[in-house]
């Protein structure tokens, strides 16, 4: 009789174990303490008791995740939503659609020293700024630009590599640097600035209110892995409420994957993500991925005018709130 328990014990466990389903999911970047919540969900089994094995990786940017979602590498990816604009306009057979918006607004920001004598966005007239090649927020700079009277043709830009950027306007190489503040913050304060001699001109707060990073999935996919999708977000949301409520644990976690990384800058930049990106007013009042149709039509827009599209994606081509849980999963902590 004991045997029999015993073999009816190892055939349930395998029933379970074989009851997961493998996603795989890819990160925008290198991990980093924004990415509290997805480790959470990982390391405090959200992912597993919802019935999914899930491979995480990190990633290589945003168009290098965009691109591994639609050549069906990846199952689940993080990127900023901005970037799908111009990614569906030229991929209509093969789009990538946002299932779950997680920035509810964009990072994307002006940084500078306040020796630099920036303080406000019409003193950027006639300044050099310091971008990479494909940083959102240098693509978004004319809409910045035109929200808040500037000449955009006055400004001079020099394009660096993503890990010399801000440093390179640290060396006095450039007035300023555009970037995600969650990053290029971090960076000058790594090159031996003080926070407090950063002046930040967040986009988001300056005319240019568009939204940030979302969880994408190829849209032929979805459409035969719905439930999977809505599993993968609960999980992720209660890794983003653990992140918020515990987020020592959270920063733990994610030094555990890279240990090389600084636990007080760690923490700093998971704090800002959160304050500034993830809880803002709109999703206290609406709750995790709720979207705004004008906003994102706004989104939608400025991005086309940014990258010239001329056949930019409807709301329908770029985002969908079908896959999201209830709303009582996504209320806040």
Same mark, same amino acid.
């Given at each position: ?61 945003? =168009?290098? =995740? ?6 069906? =590498? ?10 799908? +604009? ?89 007035? /300023? ?30 005319? +240019? ?25 609960? /999980? ?9 409520? #515990? ?10 994957? #890279? ?41 939608? #827009?400025?991005?086309? /005018? ?14 969908? =709130? ?12």
């Amino acid at each position: 009789m004991i045997r029999a328990m015993i073999l009816g014990l190892l055939a349930t466990t395998a029933s379970v174990a074989h009851a997961q389903t493998p996603v795989k999911f890819s990160l925008d970047w290198s991990y980093q303490g924004y990415h509290g919540g997805f480790v959470q969900a990982a390391d405090q089994g959200f992912y597993e008791k919802q019935g999914l094995s899930v491979t995480m990786d990190r990633g290589f940017g945003v =168009t290098d =995740t965009i691109s591994k979602i639609a050549a069906g =590498t990846y199952d689940i990816g993080f990127a900023d939503i901005n970037a799908l +604009v111009q990614f569906n306009a030229g991929h209509a057979d093969n789009r990538v659609l946002g299932v779950f918006q997680i920035y509810d607004k964009t990072m994307a920001a002006v940084m500078a020293l306040k020796k630099s004598g920036i303080a406000k966005p019409s003193d950027l007239a006639g300044k050099t700024i310091a971008a990479a090649e494909a940083d959102v927020a240098r693509l978004l700079f004319p809409a910045f630009a035109k929200a808040n009277n500037i000449d955009a043709a006055s400004v001079k830009w020099q394009i660096y590599a993503p890990n010399l950027r801000d440093s390179m306007m640290v060396q006095g190489r450039a007035d /300023a640097v555009t970037g995600f503040t969650i990053t290029s913050i971090f960076n000058i304060v790594g090159a031996g600035v003080p926070q407090s001699e950063i002046v930040t001109l967040a986009f988001a707060d300056l005319g +240019v209110d568009v939204y940030g990073s979302s969880l994408i999935v190829r849209e032929s996919w979805a459409k035969d892995h719905a439930d999977l999708i809505t599993k993968f977000i609960t /999980a992720t949301i209660q890794g983003l409420d653990s992140a918020i409520t #515990d987020r020592p644990a959270a920063i733990a976690n994610v030094i555990k994957r #890279d240990k090389l990384l600084d636990p007080k800058v760690e923490r700093a930049r998971l704090d800002m993500v959160i304050d500034t990106g993830f809880v803002t007013p709109y999703i206290k009042a609406h709750g995790w991925g709720a979207l705004d149709p004008a906003r994102v039509q706004q989104t939608i #827009d400025l991005n086309a /005018a940014a990258y010239n599209v001329s056949n930019p994606p409807t709301q329908a081509q770029i985002v969908s =709130t079908a896959y999201l849980p209830s709303e009582a999963v996504r209320k806040l902590p």
